[in-house]
């Protein structure tokens, strides 16, 4: 299973993450030998089988839907690299 | 002897009756192991983050707090005074957490993880922050954008990871514990290469408020200390039903099963010969089959079973665990919190701040997932992962019909020399071949020191149970640690 650099590209990009052209040719490597290993799970016939998503092994207690406290504008604005009346700052979206 | 020495030596339980009977106070107590951070740390780096200053003033806190309980008469909460150490990957407030990752270098939390919450309530002091692989994900604590942590038992060597910090602060008597992760063998690989003691609980056990997330379905907070007595302890405290994390169970924690004559008779351990395969260290293999030896000495029926699935543990864990991690790193993009590259628009931003924040390995686990969850690949990859892990699943569950532990090598070797595995992450991978299957299963696992290679290298085992019955491995690693003394042996530093 050998990507092409393309589709490293392509993945980089759904990924929202910002490649060096070294890293693009030495992720699509390894990336490829990876996927090569767990090439092993195709062998297995799992048509019955059911997926597992949770291991949990009862059922998950909810708690009362009661409204409560959660953290100040302020404390939610303390670690924000840029912060403006009391919201992030963020640079323009569209160009 | 010097007497400050004395005190580093002593374990969970040693600390806290010599502070409950006035011989040392809590200051006393935190400024030797303080003392022998300073001096010890340097050839170690166990720490991301050393907080003396906050350490001595809990302790001085904890000290006021028992003389005043003293006087009135009242029980002193079961840790007050104790000093521990926390993995960068768990929230204190106004400590920062950094995951051992640039992108979250100044990030300083806002709130208390539950785990930590429970732990000061009962008195801890948080000596400091321990390192880790970048969020978690490594096997060798070398994906650290702070520095690689020195296996105190040979300092050329890797402490196994990713809580590899935890590991070696305990191995060094920085701390008689400290708290770790575990996502495929995060506690129970760096305990094994460290000589310690350390638990990862039943999923569900412990609650994961506060930990900052690397794969949501496997993630479990555990503990290191250097007796399976020490490691019961605490995890009671930290155990139990958060209204924070919905994937708390409700189970009542069981009393304490570490009795002093506790005989293991009528209970049986099965030996998978899955985990005895080519390319394990002769000396592993030999280690942990004496101490199975030990075990059936002690009156446990020793059973040959199989866990047929074991080899696909590795590529299952490879796509599941950085799929739920691609999604949950989706939140570094710049805006909140964390590292923020503002050169551009807001699009160039997210591209830039993840690519130069993060890490190789982290951007390589991120990667591999988006692939294994993108369209077209989804069934293949991700789907096909999860339902072999069903598989795995029911491999357990036929095991533990038969037996009530599983005791198995923890990894197939002992510690390797840091950058021995260069820049090939498939090799690196495979260290975890043993400790996957515990996550993916989500049944609780221990590990403890069974031995040395001739190297003088630790060799750890590892015993694996029934969802929520943390207790019988509890009962067999302490009867084990009563008539062994493995897991007292110290490293020369």
Same mark, same amino acid.
């Given at each position: 299973m050998a990507l092409t650099r393309e589709e490293v590209e392509h993945i980089a990009l759904l990924a929202r993450l910002e490649l060096s052209e070294e890293e693009k040719e030495r992720y699509r490597g390894q990336l490829s030998a990876i996927l090569e290993h767990v090439?092993?799970?195709?062998?297995?016939?799992? #048509?019955?089988i059911e997926p597992t998503s #949770?291991?949990?092994p009862r059922r998950s207690r909810l708690r009362e839907d009661e409204a409560c406290a959660g953290l100040e504008t302020t404390q939610a604005l303390e670690n924000a690299p840029a912060s403006e009346k009391d919201q992030f700052r963020v640079p323009p979206v569209l160009g | 002897m010097n007497p400050m020495a004395a005190l580093t030596d002593l374990d969970v339980k040693e600390c806290l009756r010599t502070l409950d009977s006035g011989q040392v106070s809590s200051v006393e107590l935190t400024r030797a192991f303080l003392k022998r951070i300073e001096r010890l740390e340097p050839e170690i780096r166990a720490f991301i983050t050393l907080t003396p200053e906050r350490a001595l003033d809990e302790a001085r806190k904890a000290d006021e707090r028992r003389a005043a309980l003293e006087k009135t008469g009242e029980d002193t909460p079961p840790l007050l005074g104790l000093p521990i150490t926390v993995k960068d990957v768990l929230c204190v407030k106004g400590v920062r957490a950094t995951c051992g990752s640039k992108i979250l270098e100044n990030f300083c939390p806002p709130f208390n993880a539950t785990v930590v919450q429970r732990l000061l309530d009962a008195g801890m002091v948080i000596l400091g922050k321990t390192n880790t692989d970048e969020f978690a994900m490594g096997s060798s604590t070398e994906n650290s954008a702070y520095g690689v942590t020195h296996n105190p038992?040979?300092? #050329?060597r890797v402490p196994g990871g990713s809580s590899g910090g935890s590991a070696a602060a305990v191995a060094a008597r920085f701390a008689p514990a400290a708290l770790g992760t575990d996502t495929g063998g995060s506690v129970r690989q760096p305990a094994s290469f460290c000589g310690v003691t350390g638990i990862k609980p039943t999923y569900g056990r412990v609650s994961r408020y506060g930990l900052i997330a690397y794969g949501s379905s496997l993630d479990c907070v555990g503990v290191l200390a250097r007796s399976a007595e020490d490691a019961e302890y605490l995890l009671r405290l930290m155990a139990g039903y958060d209204p924070r994390d919905a994937t708390t169970i409700d189970v009542p924690v069981p009393q304490t099963a570490c009795h002093a004559k506790g005989h293991l008779k009528g209970l049986r351990v099965g030996v998978p010969?899955?985990?005895?395969?080519?390319?394990?260290q002769p000396e592993v293999e030999r280690a942990v089959r004496e101490a199975v030896g030990v075990l059936g000495e002690l009156g446990v029926e020793i059973v040959e079973i199989s866990l047929?699935?074991?080899?696909?543990a590795l590529p299952v864990y490879y796509l599941i665990a950085p799929a739920e991690a691609s999604a949950n790193l989706a939140r570094y993009d710049g805006v909140r919190y964390g590292l923020r590259v503002e050169e551009g628009g807001m699009p160039e931003m997210f591209f830039r701040s993840r690519g130069r924040g993060f890490g190789a390995e982290v951007k390589r686990r991120i990667m591999l997932g988006t692939y294994a969850l993108s369209a077209g690949y989804y069934d293949a990859y991700y789907g096909q992962a999860q339902k072999v892990r069903t598989l795995i699943r029911a491999d357990f569950d036929a095991a533990f019909e038969k037996v009530d532990a599983v005791a198995a090598p923890v990894a197939p070797t002992t510690a390797f020399p840091i950058g021995g595995h260069g820049d090939d992450p498939l090799a690196m991978y495979l260290e975890d071949v043993f400790s996957l299957p515990a996550n993916l299963a989500g049944v609780p696992g221990l590990a403890f020191p069974v031995g040395f290679d001739q190297d003088g290298l630790p060799i750890g085992m590892q015993l694996m149970g029934r969802h929520f019955e943390e207790d019988t491995l509890f009962r067999i690693a302490h009867r084990f640690q009563q008539v062994t003394d493995w897991h007292v042996c110290a490293p020369t530093l």
């Open positions: 090439a092993a799970l195709q062998a297995l016939d799992t #048509s019955q #949770s291991v949990l | 038992w040979d300092l #050329s010969k899955e985990y005895f395969i080519t390319g394990i047929p699935h074991t080899e696909y």
